[in-house]
């Protein structure tokens, strides 16, 4: 039997043998180990000293705080001697500060542009049987374009007032006020002011800047009936309801200078509109939101080019809207995936009169239009979306026609048409500040002129940027 100190030194060298064989094998394990042991030793040292610091400036701290109060007690005999106590006067508090910004508004920058590849001329573009609207329509130019950028200020005023101002600078060396607005923060009651130029809750997208649609461009519902957008100079009220589920209603004072109507030189509210928008959540992965609105104008003098021929239009413009949106994410989480259906449904009556070539008699005409859209996330920061637009020129009663005065060929943009537009589209966002998309389109707007669309996008957030609506 082997003694007991010759089997401790069996045991060590069996166990010493494996492990220098492993440390040889793997010689960085000792470099490792040392930045380890160095990276330890650094950390304590810059620990110990910032300690000492700390000791010695709160040292300081105190030292001065007693100087001061026996500064004071010397003092106070002196001037409890010299002249009678007399209470001072009261002094409003400072306002409180109004956050970080309070004095520097907070400041974004959205920088966007496209390359466009189309297969019509875009000078052409129009919408068949459709009064030509103002504004921004079509898809753009050719080649490579700067896109609309905003530049955007926002700020509390006050505990009562917040303001917000959006400038839209264009490709074509324009700037434009998009928006610029004051609004109070809380009135009571849910209820809630806006006044200067906005975007109106008139519908679904229209609330919403260009940098946050889905497809590169606006529907065509947009562009037939509102030149893009509806943004209207005047105020608006707006009231939360105090329920469990969303629902809020509102309205709006306009000039009724944005079309469909224009600026008719008048005073008063030359537009107004309602609107209304409810949503609750669908379980703990979906929600929606559905809207009614409804918006009364009018236009005076308002002229369009039809076919070399310049007409003009007196009258009034009435539209109803219907929105609804639903969105899915597993369990209310859209990192990873998500799904949006989105739609809306736009109708138009305008009557008045329609004058050609010096002579005039009266217009009514009812148009429609509609969108559906689906995008779905299919994976982090990679999403895929499909879009379909349609339009109806209607019916229309054109009295220079039903008189004999002229013939309908007089007349060449409302000859009855339906124009309609699919598209589909594949983005990519590696953050939330940045985001590329290409998007197809095979586009019927013109009569007889399918145009074949491609578009390559870029959106750049820069700065601090608001919360995005439902």
Do not use: C
């Amino acid at each position: 039997m082997l003694k007991p100190t010759l089997v401790s030194v069996a045991l060590a060298a069996a166990f010493a043998l494996p492990l220098s064989a492993a440390a040889a094998e793997n010689p960085e394990l000792a470099a490792i180990r040392a930045q380890i042991a160095e990276m330890k030793q650094s950390y304590e040292a810059r620990l110990q000293a910032l300690e000492q610091r700390l000791q010695e400036a709160q040292a300081a701290v105190a030292e001065a705080q007693n100087a001061a109060v026996s500064a004071q007690q010397t003092a106070a005999p002196a001037v409890a001697a010299a002249a009678p106590v007399v209470a001072a006067p009261e002094v409003p508090a400072a306002r409180p500060a109004q956050g970080d910004n309070s004095f520097n508004p907070s400041i974004s920058l959205i920088l966007g542009g496209t390359f466009s590849n189309l297969q019509r001329d875009p000078a052409s573009y129009r919408f068949g049987g459709f009064m030509p609207p103002d504004g921004e329509i079509g898809p753009g130019s050719r080649s490579f374009n700067l896109g609309e950028s905003e530049l955007t200020m926002a700020a509390n005023i006050d505990p009562m007032f917040a303001g917000q101002l959006t400038f839209a600078l264009t490709g074509e060396n324009e700037a434009e006020v998009e928006e610029a607005f004051v609004r109070t923060r809380e009135l009571g009651g849910g209820m809630n002011l806006k006044a200067g130029r906005f975007l109106s809750s008139v519908g679904y997208l229209n609330g919403q800047h260009s940098h946050t649609w889905d497809f590169v461009d606006a529907p065509l519902a947009y562009q037939a009936f509102f030149g893009g957008q509806y943004k209207p100079d005047g105020i608006q009220a707006r009231w939360l309801a105090p329920l469990n589920t969303f629902f809020e209603v509102g309205a709006e004072l306009g000039s009724g200078r944005s079309f469909p109507g224009n600026d008719r030189n008048k005073n008063g509210f030359n537009a107004t509109s309602v609107f209304a928008h409810a949503g609750d959540d669908i379980g703990d992965s979906a929600s929606w939101r559905a809207g009614v609105s409804y918006l009364r104008t009018g236009a005076a003098g308002r002229e369009y080019d039809d076919g070399g021929v310049p007409n003009v239009f007196d009258g009034r413009a009435r539209m109803w809207v219907a929105d609804a949106v639903y969105k899915w994410a597993p369990n209310g989480n859209p990192t990873q995936t998500n799904f949006k259906l989105q739609g809306e449904y736009m109708r138009r009556k305008e009557s008045g009169t329609l004058a050609s070539s010096d002579l005039a008699d009266g217009y009514a005409g009812t148009q429609s239009g509609w969108y559906l859209q689906g995008v779905y996330q299919f994976m982090p920061n990679w999403r895929a979306g499909l879009r379909h637009d349609r339009l109806s020129s209607g019916s229309s009663y054109i009295g220079l026609v039903e008189n004999g005065a002229l013939g309908i060929d007089a007349f060449p943009a409302l000859a009855s048409y339906k124009p309609k537009r699919s598209s589909v589209m594949l983005d990519w966002s590696p953050s939330e500040f940045s985001r590329l998309r290409l998007q197809y389109a095979r586009d019927e707007a013109r009569p007889g002129e399918p145009d074949n669309q491609l578009f390559l996008q870029y959106i750049m957030s820069l700065g601090a940027h608001a919360g995005h609506t439902f």
